[in-house]
């Protein structure tokens, strides 16, 4: 892949977007096979996990890519796709800008919009600003598409279901692949519990989200590609600054991981997490 000229340590702080210092490099993230005999018992321990060789995306890593998306997919309404502009360096802000949620009124600049894309214009969008990339060295906008597919509501006891006509009247292919997921073995190891949603996810390279928590479990199935995730156990909360509750942001930090404000920030210098790729 060809790169601008740059020093080793920028090429790589600009892979990671943090600094490797924060990485506790004695408290790696455990990697288990789905067939182990612990991996119950460290489920209920809730901690990280990489579950290996579980099988749980069923044929979805064969299959999947933008060409089998686009063609399997092409007659979804609308994807929601939050776009970010140059200077926000790939970055993925949440805000949640409902009347409710700001009663102190904090004021808040957003860097990103909310769009709806059919897929087509996803992939064709994502590649354009990819190609001026490479063309001029310089970074230009970003495309995070993100839609769920499946859901069912929180007091539900049943299989999420599929949202609006996805897998019904549009998405066919698609639906079926999801299908076949290793849904039965997931819900075994969630204590019986019923997955509440089920996400599709299309990032670009080099685009982030800051660092936040999920108020569920998450479990994440990578079909193409790579991601990066860094995690700090719940103890350093404090630490991380996060946004004061009720803030359009709260849930996340306020801590630029790149370029971190150690005066307004000082304890975010004695952080350790634990990184998996």
């Known amino acids: 892949v060809a790169m601008p000229k740059e020093s080793a340590e920028a090429a790589e702080r600009g892979a990671r977007r943090y600094d490797s210092e924060l990485l506790n490099k004695d408290a790696e993230v455990p990697r288990i096979d789905a067939q182990d005999a612990e991996l119950d018992t460290l489920l209920r321990c809730q ?9 749980l995306l069923g044929d979805a890593p064969q299959l999947w890519n933008f060409e089998y998306l686009e063609k399997h997919m092409s007659d979804v309404d609308n994807f929601f796709v939050l776009k970010a502009p140059a200077s926000s360096k790939g970055r993925f802000g949440y805000y949640d800008m409902s009347e409710k949620k700001n009663p102190c009124n904090y004021p808040v600049t957003k860097s990103n919009e909310r769009l709806e894309m059919r897929f087509p214009e996803f992939r064709q969008t994502a590649q354009k600003l990819r190609q001026e990339k490479r063309t001029s060295g310089k970074a230009g906008g970003s495309l ?19 949202v609006g006509s996805f897998g019904v009247r549009c998405a066919v292919q698609v639906a079926t692949d999801i299908r076949k997921f290793q849904w039965k073995w997931l819900r075994q190891k969630m ?21 936040h928590y999920d108020p569920q479990d998450n479990i994440f199935g990578q079909v193409r590609g790579h991601k990066r995730v860094l995690l700090f156990h719940p103890k350093h909360f404090g630490s991380l600054y996060p946004w004061p509750v009720n803030h359009p942001q709260d849930r996340q930090s306020r801590v630029d991981f790149e370029y971190p404000d150690l005066k307004s920030f000082p304890e975010f210098q004695n952080l350790r997490g634990q990184g998996l790729e």
């Open 191 to 211: 204590a019986g519990r019923h997955v509440q949603t089920c996400q599709l996810f299309c990032g670009q390279e080099g685009d982030f989200s800051p660092c």
């Open 47 to 55: 901690v990280p996990l990489i579950i290996a060789n579980s099988n």
């Open 144 to 162: 995070y598409l993100q839609s769920a597919l499946l859901h069912r509501a929180e007091e539900e006891d049943c299989p999420p279901k599929p």
